[in-house]
């Protein structure tokens, strides 16, 4: 009887134990901790002020004007996320765009920039970014198929970004 009631609680202990266990999510992101030296922060700010334009600053330096906030989920480093977007140079120079059609990615696997600037909208809000270049393509010339240079080294990159959907 002893021998069925050891059993017994050690069977309980395992369970209760592996219950406490973190569940494994399927997501190998974390969230950055990134930040972007003073010299770019300056630099952007420089940039906003030429530019007339009030932004907010997130602790990494990144920008941001909220155009809409949307009000469905927040994106999360490992929410799916569908957006629309164009990306361009400080001389307004288009290097990227989606066309009108939402393009879906993982947050995690993007620049730092809009992982860090993302989270201040909701699914169905519209924003922009003003990303200094640590937090977006750094100190490598960015180049296309044809080994073109679309975005040069060190540049500040603007995005504005229509968040369309938030799985």
């Known amino acids: 009887m002893r021998k069925i009631a050891f059993y017994g609680f050690v069977v309980f202990a395992v369970l209760l134990f592996a219950s406490c266990l973190k569940k494994d999510s399927g997501c190998p992101y974390n969230e950055l901790t990134v930040k972007a030296p003073d010299s770019e922060v300056q630099q952007v700010e420089q940039y906003l002020a030429g530019k007339g334009i009030t932004a907010l600053k997130d602790s990494s330096g990144v920008y941001y004007v909220v155009e809409a906030a949307g009000a469905g989920k927040v994106p999360e480093v490992c929410s799916i996320i569908s957006v629309n977007y164009t990306g361009t140079l400080t001389n307004d120079q288009v290097f990227d ?28 809000g519209k924003i922009r970014l003003f990303i200094p270049p640590s937090l977006g393509y750094g100190d490598k010339d960015a180049k296309d198929a044809n080994g073109n240079v679309i975005i040069p080294a060190n540049s500040i990159i603007v995005f504005s970004l229509e968040l369309t959907g938030v799985q």
Do not use: H
């Open 97 to 124: 765009k989606s066309n009108g059609t939402p393009v879906t990615f993982r947050l995690g696997e993007l620049i730092p920039g809009w992982q860090k600037g993302l989270k201040y909208i909701q699914s169905g």
